[in-house]
């Protein structure tokens, strides 16, 4: 087995874990404090950087031949953008975990983009693509130092970091007070997940190495500085049947259920966490939320 057992949660810190299951080789645990699950292995800087090579982006049978979607990753990098423009108009953009540069090509119809990507591939790519400036390695390392930000994005990125709370922690110095921070994620208590947590579509050990619920972004966000604001879903609780229709899948975003959530969060200080809070967010309108 790669890595080395953690000693500790990587969010609250507390010593102990309960195992769940071995995937792929990989033990996936749930802290029994704060309940964030987790891969229960840490992997060296050496071991990340192997696993986000060109293959990562190109290899058709893991991830679709990231790269030969561009027309398609482009039209939806452009409504995610619109959807952020039309909350802060204009100002810097970061976008964390930037990959081939498809959603900062779009947003840089709206704003001033910067990049951060892990993958030296990706990264010379969306620098020879797109021209666009776009930083190789971990948000933690990247030379930043002394900027600020209007938005910082981090689109099914945060699940894949080492340590996400230096992450975060990192963004929180890098956004202008009342900025904004979106991020999405699976979650680990949509239905999906609860039905068979093992053949979870999102349980994707090396790559996904964290797990997180409502409650566990919201703690994630609130030691680093956030204020959980916003949480829409994609509406996906069955992959088939009647539940699988468009129709369902609209429904259930409505309703605050699926299996991907995306989070919005301002930078200030964050009221005392609350489960009527976290529900607040799922319902709360995009716009309003904001206003408050």
């Excluded at 050990?205 to 030691?223: A, G």
Aim: glycine share 10%; hydrophobic share 40%; proline share 5%.
């Amino acid at each position: 087995m790669p890595g080395t057992r953690r000693n500790r949660c990587a969010l609250c810190g507390a010593p102990e874990r309960r195992h769940l299951l071995d995937k792929d080789g990989y033990p996936i645990a749930r802290c029994t404090s704060c309940g964030l699950v987790q891969v229960d292995v840490e992997l060296a800087r050496d071991e990340l950087e192997a696993i986000y090579g060109e293959d990562f982006f190109t290899e058709e049978e893991l991830f679709f031949d990231y790269v030969a979607q561009r027309e398609i990753r482009l039209e939806s990098g452009a409504s995610l953008a619109g959807v952020l423009a039309g909350l802060v108009p204009g100002g810097r953009l970061l976008d964390i975990g930037s990959a081939a540069g498809f959603f900062l090509e779009a947003a840089s119809k709206h704003f001033e983009v910067t990049g951060v990507e892990f993958s030296p591939f990706a990264a010379e790519y969306a620098r020879r693509e797109f021209g666009h400036r776009v930083l190789t390695g971990d948000v933690t390392e990247a030379g930043l130092e002394g900027e600020r930000f209007d938005v910082v994005t981090m689109w099914a990125t945060i699940e894949h970091m080492a340590d996400p709370l230096a992450a975060v922690q990192r963004v929180a110095s890098l956004t202008r007070p009342g900025g904004l921070l979106v991020l999405s994620t699976g979650d680990v208590t949509g239905p999906l997940a609860r039905l068979d947590l093992y053949d979870w579509n999102l349980m994707l050990p090396p790559y996904h190495l964290f797990f997180f619920s409502p409650k566990t972004i919201d703690l994630l966000l609130r030691k680093s500085g956030f204020r959980l604001r916003r949480i829409t879903y994609d509406g996906v609780v069955a992959e088939s049947g009647p539940l699988g229709t468009h129709a369902a899948r609209h429904l259930a975003t409505a309703a605050g259920l699926g299996n991907v959530m995306t989070v919005h969060a301002t930078r200030e200080a964050p009221p005392r966490a609350s489960a009527l809070g976290r529900l607040a967010a799922r319902y709360r309108p995009l716009r309003l939320a904001f206003r408050s």
